[in-house]
């Protein structure tokens, strides 16, 4: 059984940062795209951006220059480095991995963790 974890969330002042993980168990992380989606109250899940095997990232217009994903395939692991952040960006923050195992492609996602940007 495939787990995506996420942690790192939690309360932050306007401007300042977080960096939130995403921990895969299982064998799937090296051949997975891994993407970061966000969910405010009241509004739909939205892409913030992703990373490909090979390292490409794209990134939602709202976060670029703000926002950076990285990944360790050694450790599994995916990041999200938050930078200035803003009240708009508080959202409960969920992992994704996509890929394919043979002929059958995946598309998992974490439990999600909150981020509140408050004074």
């Known amino acids: 059984q495939v787990r995506l974890v996420e942690s790192g969330g939690g309360l932050v002042q306007p401007g300042g940062s977080l960096r939130l993980s995403c921990a895969a168990s299982g064998s799937i992380f090296s051949r997975s795209v891994m993407g970061w989606y966000r969910q405010a109250p009241g509004k739909q899940r939205e892409l913030v951006g992703g990373i490909t095997t090979g390292g490409n990232t794209n990134y939602a217009d709202s976060v670029k220059g703000r926002f950076t994903i990285s990944r360790d395939n050694a450790k599994n692991t995916v990041y999200l480095q938050m930078n200035s952040l803003q009240a708009e960006d508080t959202a409960v923050y969920y992992c994704?991995?996509?890929?394919?195992?043979?002929?059958?492609?995946?598309?998992?996602w974490g439990q999600g963790t909150q981020v509140t940007v408050s004074s």
């Open positions: 994704n991995a996509k890929g394919q195992l043979g002929i059958n492609r995946y598309d998992l």
